[in-house]
Structure formats: C-alpha cells, structure tokens
C-alpha cells in the first residue's frame, strides 16, 4: 500500500511562491489519481487539486487556477504543487491524497491514503 509524506511548507509573504512535494512509498503509485486538499482552522477540509496516473489530465478548485500547478513524476513517486501569487487566504494545512482507481475526483471521501499535512502559511 502506497504511504505518503508531504513536505515543502513553510512561511510565506503574499505574492510569493511555494512548492509542495509529495513523496510515496510503494510500487503502485502510478496507478493512483493523487489529489491536494487544504484544511483552515474551524473549516472543513477542501479540495484544491487532482492529477491522473498519466499527468495528462487535472482538476483544480476554481480560486486556484492560473496560480497553483498539480504534476507528478512517476519515475520519482513524488506529486507536487506549485503555488504561485500566493495569498493570506491560501493559509492552511495542505494535505496529499490518493486515490486507488485512478479516477479524479474533487470529494474527500473517494480519496484511500492521506498524508500528515504540511503547513502553509501567507502573511500580508
């Protein structure tokens, strides 16, 4: 069974840049669809996003597109997210996620593995 650790968090001015890494265990990563969610304190945890087993298809939550990029390297079982123009409101814990079918999906039900969380925050 895939495990996963994220790593990559950190402390960051609005306007900044961050890149979250998601390094997995196991022999099976390529298979699994890997998604990012977030977690503010007091809120439910959100999808921000979600790439296939090949890279070639994504998801993204809509406040996030056109700053954050979702990729992996299946010869490196490692996902990332680049956060660009990053905002205050970005600040939270940013959990990776796998999903063993390989389907995307925005739901934090479907997802199978969690990592520990990294934090991220954005100060103004």
């Known amino acids: 069974q895939v495990q996963l650790v994220e790593s990559g968090g950190g402390l960051v001015q609005a306007g900044g840049s961050l890149r979250l890494s998601c390094a997995a265990s196991?022999?099976?990563?390529?298979?699994?669809?890997m998604g990012w969610f977030r977690q503010a304190p007091g809120k439910e945890r959100d999808f921000v996003a979600a790439v296939a087993p090949s890279g070639g298809t994504t998801l993204y939550l809509d406040s996030v597109k056109g700053r954050f990029t979702i990729s992996r390297d299946n010869a490196k079982n490692t996902a990332y997210l680049q956060m660009n123009s990053l905002k205050p409101e970005d600040t939270a814990v940013y959990y990776c996620a796998a999903e063993a079918t390989g389907v995307l999906s925005r739901s934090v039900r479907v997802y199978d593995i969690w990592g520990q969380g990294t934090q991220v925050t954005v100060s103004s």
């Open positions: 196991g022999r099976t990563f390529s298979s699994y669809a």
